[in-house]
């Protein structure tokens, strides 16, 4: 069984920065794409960033420049820095991963989520 426990929402400034963390656990063999989603209320959810195992990075056009993906490959965990917070960027954030595992093959999986007000 896979879980992604979320970790580094909360309230800050416009201008503000945080850091999210997404770490993968349970018997895993690969995580191959780690990235985070986001949803805001009345809206529809959607990819804010991903990484590939292999460094591959991508953004949503809204957050290039100013949000930050990166991974730990060794201990399954993505982590999202967040410089240059806008209120628009408040959003409930959900981490999903590909993973691999033993029994079921590749799956996605998606984490609680947790939330990043940014006030004006």
């Known amino acids: 069984q896979v879980q992604l426990v979320e970790s580094g929402g909360g309230l800050v400034q416009t201008g503000g920065s945080l850091r999210l963390s997404c770490r993968a656990s349970g018997n895993i063999f690969v995580a191959n794409a780690m990235g985070w989603d986001r949803q805001a209320p009345g809206k529809q959810r959607e990819l804010v960033a991903t990484?590939?195992?292999?460094?591959?990075?991508t953004y949503a056009d809204s957050v290039k420049g100013r949000f930050t993906i990166s991974r730990d490959n060794a201990k399954d965990t993505v982590y999202l820095q967040m410089d240059n917070l806008k209120p628009e960027d408040t959003a409930v954030y959900y981490c999903?991963?590909?993973?691999?595992?033993?029994?079921?093959?590749?799956?996605?999986?998606w984490g609680q989520g947790t939330q990043v007000t940014v006030s004006s």
């Open positions: 999903n991963a590909r993973i691999l595992t033993p029994n079921n093959g590749y799956r996605n999986y």
């Open positions: 990484a590939t195992s292999d460094g591959t990075t």
